[in-house]
């Protein structure tokens, strides 16, 4: 078929058809909802923001640090140990504060604004695991294996790894076998954490009544930590620190 034999109105046609397009608003609106939705996948299934709610993670995470947690890591296994997590709060280990404002809470369902309700701790112990406190030189020990903690964690005047906040600051005390489906969780901060130690009660004077649940459910734990993203200037990747390597599996 020659140019001469085509439908004279097959070319405006087609014109017509590539030319309909959506008004801007619109598109706007539809590519707003795309990114929202992605947002939403993304922090469901892969990758959440959260920020340092306190001092206990110091010197490595600092108040107000922005973080992020990647989730694929526990698809199909629990946290390890030395791994820094974020969990819910299992009941009463956060202090009570503001509410998030209104604006706060929508972006955050969407991954756009740190989550609060949360806490930032480090793996101590997993199921079966026995932690002392401590040996000679003032270190944990994770089934009889002392871990060397120097390089992240500090003591703050404290005479060994594993200081009680409440009650007394003894360096004598022995907990596990951990649970199945739990985990033993401490601050690096270990003068100023409020964590798994904290909540045994170890420190109470004989005789106090405690009914306080040291562990984490390993269903409440979101994540890993794996990126230090806010401030810029101490940007970084986290890593599992390699005294835990040396540990044994519990007998």
């Not at 598109?27 to 909802?33: F, H, P, R």
């Not at 922090?43 to 206990?56: C, D, R, T």
């Not at 998030?100 to 740190?114: D, H, I, N, Q, T």
Request: hydrophobic fraction near 40%; glycine fraction near 10%.
């Amino acid at each position: 078929m020659t140019s001469e034999d085509r439908d004279p109105d097959e070319g405006s046609r087609s014109s017509r058809v590539r030319g309909r397009r959506l008004p801007v608003w619109q598109e706007a609106i539809l590519l707003l909802g795309i990114a929202l939705v992605l947002a939403i996948l993304v922090k469901a299934l892969f990758v959440q923001a959260f920020y340092i709610p306190s001092a206990s993670m110091e010197p490595g995470l600092v108040k107000n640090d922005r973080i992020l947690v990647e989730k694929p890591s526990y698809w199909f296994g629990g946290p390890e140990r030395g791994d820094v997590v974020v969990f819910k709060d299992p009941g009463g280990w956060l202090p009570p504060g503001e509410p998030p404002s209104a604006l706060a809470r929508a972006l955050a369902k969407v991954g756009l604004f740190p989550t609060e309700g949360h806490l930032v701790k480090r793996v101590i112990g997993v199921a079966g695991d026995v932690i002392r406190c401590c040996d000679e030189q003032g270190r944990l020990m994770v089934n009889g294996q002392p871990l060397d903690e120097e390089d992240y964690a500090v003591l703050d005047g404290a005479d060994c790894y594993g200081p009680m906040p409440r009650g007394s600051a003894s360096c004598d005390w022995r907990v596990g076998p951990v649970p199945h489906g739990r985990v033993f969780v401490m601050g690096d901060n270990r003068s100023n954490s409020a964590d798994s130690s904290r909540h045994a009660c170890l420190g109470a004077p004989i005789g106090t009544a405690c009914d306080e649940d040291p562990y984490v459910d390993v269903d409440d734990v979101v994540g890993k930590v794996f990126v230090l993203a806010w401030p810029v200037d101490r940007f970084g990747f986290l890593h599992r620190p390699a005294t835990f390597d040396d540990v044994p599996d519990a007998s």
